[in-house]
């Protein structure tokens, strides 16, 4: 564990400026374009798969993600930018695992992107911790992506804090009936829709150098999640390499994208 030792320009933004602020990786990261995501940790399919794209299409041009570390939007975040294009902000100290199910993404991170807390060694997350934990990653983001939310979820918190920061809030399309709270935040003008990735990635980087995002029709087609045998049929010898680059897993004989 280490002392973050210089004032982050970032962070005075919120109430008030963190009493102290833990580290492990590369403090590097801090100094890039950044862009929190946050959003339910039990999303939909779709959430799931459009905010690992948009967290991909950042990382592919040099804009690190910041999350929280959490299951569901958070951990999809994370995953789609690459650890070591990533910040995970935790509610706990910074050598405990929380959740435990993202033991593996969190050690990642640590060893090749950035884990931040203001916790001391062995706090345990509390309720009142989420939300310091949320404050701090919507501080560190140039913009604000909210994946997915409920009216009533803890996600609108972290959006409390952005418009009180002066944040500018991005949102997913959702359907009538899903994400209320997202297509509140659409309602009322205080979010925008994300309604192409690379339109959306290219306010951060001069567009001459932009690294599309192109879609993939194997994983496209994987994430119907069809049998061995039709993904096999249909591409050959894109299984194998995808199997071996660990971009899909076989499950029960059916295909699963990572």
Not at 31 to 37: A, D, G, T
Not at 200 to 222: A, G, M
């Amino acid at each position: 564990m280490k002392i973050v030792k210089n004032k982050i320009p970032e962070l005075f933004s919120m109430k008030s400026y963190p009493k102290q602020l833990f580290y492990n990786g590369n403090l590097e990261l801090l100094q890039r374009v950044k862009v929190s995501i946050v959003g339910s940790r039990k999303p939909t399919k779709y959430s799931r798969e459009y905010i690992q794209k948009i967290s991909l299409a950042l990382s592919k041009n040099g804009i690190c993600v910041v999350s929280g570390g959490a299951m569901g939007i958070d951990a999809t975040a994370h995953s789609g930018a690459g650890s070591s294009n990533t910040i995970a902000v935790l509610p706990c100290g910074i050598d405990l695992r929380y959740p435990s199910v993202n033991k593996n993404l969190l050690n990642d991170i640590q060893n090749s992107g950035l884990l931040l807390s203001q916790f001391e060694l062995g706090f345990r997350a509390t309720p009142w911790n989420f939300i310091i934990r949320n404050e701090l990653v919507v501080a560190l983001g140039d913009v604000l992506i909210v994946g997915e939310a409920d009216l009533d979820s803890g996600t609108m918190r972290s959006v409390e804090f952005a418009l009180k920061m002066g944040k500018k809030i991005f949102v997913l399309p959702h359907r009538l009936g899903e994400s209320s709270g997202t297509n509140q935040l659409v309602k009322e003008s205080k979010a925008e829709v994300i309604y192409d990735i690379n339109e959306f990635v290219s306010q951060f980087t001069p567009s001459k150098n932009l690294q599309l995002f192109s879609k993939d029709d194997f994983i496209e087609f994987c994430s119907t999640n069809p049998t061995y045998d039709e993904a096999l049929a249909k591409y050959p010898q894109r299984v194998f390499e995808a199997e071996l680059n660990g971009e899909i897993e076989i499950v029960k004989g059916r295909v699963l994208v990572l």
